[in-house]
């Protein structure tokens, strides 16, 4: 298991790999590492002969008054937490190898539409924070196949996104989320929750559940199943940026055979998100 930090030698790595014809899978991270992460790591193991860990805070997807000063640097947590499941290389940059030009100097990656609703509403400039660093890390790396959590569901999106338009020639796979027996999705962000509210959180998961058997039993009042779940939610003490029954594939008005349901809350110090993907049959009916 390499350890990596230089772009340059990174490169020349991936690319005797290629030429030996192996395929490769690149697994981007921000550290901190979970069960979620490693399950990635796991899951790029089965899709690619060779599997590369990114291990970097990227500065850019943090809006003014976020954690970046504060969020968890664990790298030798990381790095052992790896050595369980030994992906071939960890590529571990410092700001200014990502960054030559420094943060204000570099060439940004914007996906309209996308990046300006839900989370980017309340959080501007960060999926182009996103776009950006995963942008680099593809051409970085030059992977066959990438793989990203569905708990972020609208990031997931901006990434196929930017990839589709980009013509960049990469795989995109959502990996499912991986929860605590609660419900609760795993989140480096979720150190930051008391035990109470540890407890109180995984209420935003049973929230969304029942939005999503609701409308598998046929219920089409959408905006009352978002507006009681909100009521309920709020009742629990989350404070709900949003909460909003949507098209899978593009965060429209709900029209389409493939649903999701998707919320971000605040609880406490913690900000969660979380959704549930609901398919509809072509006749309107939702498999069982």
């Given at each position: 298991?390499?350890q990596?930090?230089k772009?340059?030698?990174l490169?020349?790595c991936?690319r005797d790999?290629?030429?030996q014809?192996q395929?490769?899978?690149?697994v981007?991270t921000m550290?901190?590492?979970h069960?979620?992460?490693?399950?990635?790591v796991?899951?790029a193991?089965k899709?690619?002969n060779?599997?590369?860990?990114?291990i970097f805070?990227n500065?850019t997807?943090?809006v003014?008054?976020e954690d970046?000063?504060?969020y968890p640097?664990?790298?030798k947590?990381d790095v052992?937490?790896?050595?369980?499941?030994e992906?071939?290389?960890?590529?571990i940059p410092?700001?200014?190898?990502?960054?030559?030009?420094g943060l204000?100097?570099?060439?940004?990656?914007?996906v309209?539409e996308?990046d300006s609703?839900f989370?980017?509403?309340f959080?501007?400039g960060?999926?182009?924070?996103?776009a950006?660093?995963?942008?680099?890390?593809?051409?970085?790396v030059?992977?066959d196949?990438?793989l990203?959590g569905?708990?972020?569901y609208?990031?997931?999106?901006?990434?196929k996104?930017l990839?589709?338009d980009?013509c960049?020639?990469?795989?995109?796979?959502?990996?499912?989320?991986?929860?605590e027996?609660?419900?609760l999705?795993?989140?480096?962000?979720?150190?930051?929750?008391n035990?109470q509210?540890?407890?109180?959180?995984?209420?935003?998961?049973q929230a969304?559940?029942?939005?999503?058997?609701?409308v598998?039993?046929?219920?089409?009042d959408y905006?009352q199943?978002?507006?009681?779940?909100?009521?309920h939610l709020?009742k629990?003490?989350?404070?709900?940026?949003?909460?909003?029954?949507?098209?899978?594939?593009n965060l429209g008005?709900p029209?389409?055979e493939?649903l999701v349901?998707?919320a971000?809350?605040?609880?406490g110090?913690?900000?969660?998100?979380?959704?549930?993907q609901?398919k509809?049959?072509r006749?309107?009916n939702f498999?069982p």
């Amino acid at each position: 298991m390499q350890q990596i930090t230089k772009v340059k030698a990174l490169r020349s790595c991936v690319r005797d790999w290629h030429q030996q014809g192996q395929s490769v899978a690149l697994v981007p991270t921000m550290g901190n590492l979970h069960v979620g992460h490693l399950q990635l790591v796991k899951q790029a193991k089965k899709l690619a002969n060779k599997v590369v860990v990114s291990i970097f805070v990227n500065p850019t997807q943090f809006v003014a008054g976020e954690d970046f000063d504060t969020y968890p640097r664990t790298i030798k947590d990381d790095v052992a937490h790896l050595g369980d499941i030994e992906p071939d290389l960890i590529f571990i940059p410092e700001i200014d190898e990502v960054y030559p030009a420094g943060l204000e100097g570099e060439t940004q990656v914007i996906v309209p539409e996308l990046d300006s609703i839900f989370c980017g509403a309340f959080r501007p400039g960060h999926f182009t924070g996103v776009a950006t660093v995963v942008s680099k890390l593809l051409n970085m790396v030059q992977p066959d196949i990438a793989l990203f959590g569905n708990k972020d569901y609208q990031q997931l999106l901006v990434i196929k996104r930017l990839v589709k338009d980009l013509c960049i020639p990469v795989e995109i796979v959502g990996v499912e989320t991986v929860r605590e027996e609660s419900g609760l999705a795993l989140s480096s962000r979720n150190r930051y929750l008391n035990q109470q509210e540890k407890m109180v959180a995984a209420e935003l998961h049973q929230a969304l559940s029942g939005i999503a058997e609701a409308v598998k039993a046929g219920v089409d009042d959408y905006q009352q199943l978002e507006a009681n779940a909100v009521k309920h939610l709020e009742k629990k003490g989350f404070k709900i940026e949003y909460l909003s029954i949507r098209n899978a594939s593009n965060l429209g008005e709900p029209t389409e055979e493939e649903l999701v349901v998707l919320a971000a809350a605040w609880l406490g110090k913690a900000r969660l998100i979380d959704n549930i993907q609901i398919k509809r049959c072509r006749e309107g009916n939702f498999p069982p």
